[in-house]
């Protein structure tokens, strides 16, 4: 079982920055879409930005310009460079990766909870 363990999260001021950073436990290399989704008020957890095992790499639209995803596949470690945050980026931020294809199952972290005060 993939544990994934994000930090990195807290609260700040509007036009502040943050980076969030998740490590897993073993290899996910084989894994097809590692990502980060965020939850605000709601029950759904909508991506932010995702990785595909080709190395492409896709934000949904409030993230893109501001926000930037790396991954280090030897370190097992995705990331999350946050820019210019808004109150409307509160939420907290979840990690996953997908390994259906590979394995049959998918992994979430526990979240980090980003607070972004005007």
């Known amino acids: 079982q993939v544990q994934l363990v994000e930090s990195g999260g807290g609260p700040a001021q509007a036009g502040a920055s943050l980076r969030l950073s998740c490590v897993a436990s073993?290899?996910?290399?084989?894994?097809r879409v590692w990502a980060w989704h965020r939850q605000g008020s709601g029950t759904e957890r909508p991506l932010v930005?995702?990785?595909?095992?080709?190395?492409?790499?896709f934000y949904e639209g409030r993230a893109k310009g501001r926000f930037t995803f790396s991954r280090d596949q030897a370190k097992r470690t995705l990331s999350l460079q946050m820019n210019d945050l808004t109150p409307e980026d509160s939420a907290v931020y979840y990690c996953?990766?997908?390994?259906?294809?590979?394995?049959?199952?998918?992994?979430w972290g526990e979240g980090t909870l980003v607070a972004i005060s005007s």
């Open positions: 996953h990766v997908d390994c259906t294809r590979s394995r049959g199952m998918d992994y």
């Open positions: 073993e290899d996910i290399s084989d894994c």
């Open positions: 930005a995702w990785s595909l095992s080709d190395g492409r790499i």
